[in-house]
């Protein structure tokens, strides 16, 4: 089984690089064959935030992480979100804190590492 990381770091919403991270990561995650991870950094954390409400028509990134922890694990850089001031209480059920050390191991251990 391949083994794709994802690394986001830019915001949920204003621009679409987590939005194009997470459609890729949906998609390889739906393929047997793979095991997907993300790990999410700097303002991309809030992508984990649960409880997101966008207009009517919009992505919802929220939704999209949903379908990448059905088959695989998001971890979120700690630091970063204790920064944001996002809880562990506050994060989509599936998703976890995480640290560098995290990271650093789930590179070592990636087939692909893809950055966004």
């Known amino acids: 089984m391949k083994t794709t990381l994802f690394i986001l770091n830019d915001a949920p919403y204003g621009n679409e690089r987590s939005y194009n991270g997470?459609?890729?990561a949906g998609a390889l995650s739906g393929r047997p064959d793979q095991q997907v991870?993300?790990?999410?950094l700097a303002d991309a954390v809030n992508v984990a935030k649960a409880g997101q409400k966008v207009p009517e028509?919009?992505?919802n990134l929220q939704l999209m992480l949903g379908k990448v922890l059905r088959k695989g694990a998001v971890g979120l850089c700690g630091t970063c979100m204790?920064?944001?001031g996002?809880?562990?209480t506050e994060l989509v059920e599936g998703a976890q804190r995480g640290?560098?050390?995290q990271l650093a191991d789930w590179t070592a251990e990636a087939d692909q590492v893809l950055v966004f």
């Open 22 to 24: 997470l459609r890729l």
């Open 37 to 40: 991870r993300v790990f999410l």
């Open 57 to 59: 028509g919009y992505y």
């Open 82 to 84: 204790e920064a944001r």
């Open 86 to 88: 996002l809880m562990d």
């Open 99 to 101: 640290t560098l050390a």
